[in-house]
């Protein structure tokens, strides 16, 4: 343990480098190709991206960026290795898995959403209010292993007896599973856009969320590049890339409308209701504290989530010096400047 505290601590020096301001204007007017793949369909958590493409932020930094789906949600960092995107949006949890598993040179360069938006939900008849609430209960997630290890977490936290909560599979089914009763709660949706959808459909769900919950803080959404592309002309595009995303997250915190007319044009069967609530849900949660650049990305939190990981056996390599993010190529504005 004490090695690995001694890399992740090279690494937070490695990682706490200042941001750095870069224009926003093209060179000679010329738009470079710059492909974004998303962490899943076009939904409230990618609004500001939306927004800073219908309103010209991205062609005025000199790219064309086009915003893909995946195809499905395992294959955003899959195709950032193979070279078929220049940025891919993912969570921070699946970025460490994926370097565990060799792919150390995926890089975190920015956080979109700064905060854990996963939550364990419940509805009145499921009886969970608090996390002492699970003992007895089934508590459906999507299977995935550090979901179980964050329920693991949060019923040792809360002093529930081993072995009396009912981990069950329902994969990404997780709100016709607790809709339906075959749960009493589901950990895995979030809070921002599952929870908000059953709030306006008058469903009173619980909400807990996992940083409230004994699970260490995390980005839930972060900006990844392969890091041998971050030479020059590489950093100057992800910067302006960057820089022109701040703008959108401007527009959208001065009207939330220009996010949602933004992605109701990129996927009109959406609803406007829920994606105009999400969206001034999720807002906030786009901006770090006061006096850090848009992106930031705290090492020491990072630091302690890959130790909570590691404590629960889902990293198995040791770490290594090369750290999982770099806040170097953040936009130097400040948070407080006008849009």
């Known amino acids: 343990m004490r090695r690995v505290l001694a890399l992740l601590a090279l690494a937070l020096l490695a ?6 301001s870069e224009p ?6 010329r738009q470079e190709p710059y492909t974004v793949v998303l962490d899943y369909f076009p939904n409230a958590d990618h609004a500001a991206l939306y927004a800073a493409q219908a309103h010209g932020d991205y062609a005025r930094a000199g790219l064309d960026v086009q915003l893909k789906p995946p195809p499905d949600p395992s294959a955003p960092l899959k195709l950032l290795q193979a070279g078929r995107a220049d940025v891919a949006i993912s969570y921070e949890p699946e970025l460490m898995l994926a370097r565990d598993r060799g792919a150390t040179d995926l890089v975190s360069v920015g956080a979109l959403v ?14 969970v209010r608090t996390p002492r609430d699970l003992a007895g ?15 693991q977490t949060i019923e040792r936290h809360a002093g529930v007896k ?62 990844v590049v392969r890091r041998q592309a971050l030479d020059t002309a590489g950093a100057s595009r992800l910067r302006r890339f960057l820089q022109a995303t701040l703008a959108g997250a401007r527009r959208l915190r001065t009207d939330p409308a220009v996010g949602v007319d933004a992605l109701l044009k990129a996927s009109p069967g959406l609803d406007r209701g ?22 930031w990305q705290d090492p020491a939190a990072w630091a302690r989530y890959e130790l909570w990981m590691r404590a629960n056996g889902l990293l198995k390599r040791p770490p290594t010096t090369a750290p999982p993010l770099t806040n170097e190529f953040l936009p130097g504005a400040s948070l407080d400047s006008g849009p």
Request: hydrophobic share 40%; glycine share 14%; aromatic share 8%.
């Open 114 to 127: 700064q905060v854990p938006l996963t939550s364990m939900i419940a509805l009145p008849k499921g009886r």
């Open 137 to 151: 209960k089934r508590v459906g997630t999507a299977g995935i292993p550090y979901q179980s290890a964050y329920l």
């Open 24 to 29: 926003t204007g093209a060179a000679a007017g």
């Open 15 to 20: 990682a706490g480098c200042g941001a750095k």
């Open 162 to 223: 081993p072995g009396t909560v009912k981990e069950t599979d329902v994969g990404f089914n997780l709100v016709p599973a607790l809709l339906g009763g075959k749960v009493d709660a589901i950990l895995g949706g979030f809070w921002n856009y599952e929870a908000v959808d059953l709030r306006r459909r008058g469903k009173r769900p619980t909400v807990l969320r996992m940083e409230k919950l004994g699970v260490p803080t995390y980005d839930e959404l972060a900006f």
């Open 274 to 295: 829920l994606q105009t609530a999400a969206v001034k849900a999720t807002t906030p949660v786009m901006f770090p504290p006061k006096g850090r650049p848009f992106g």
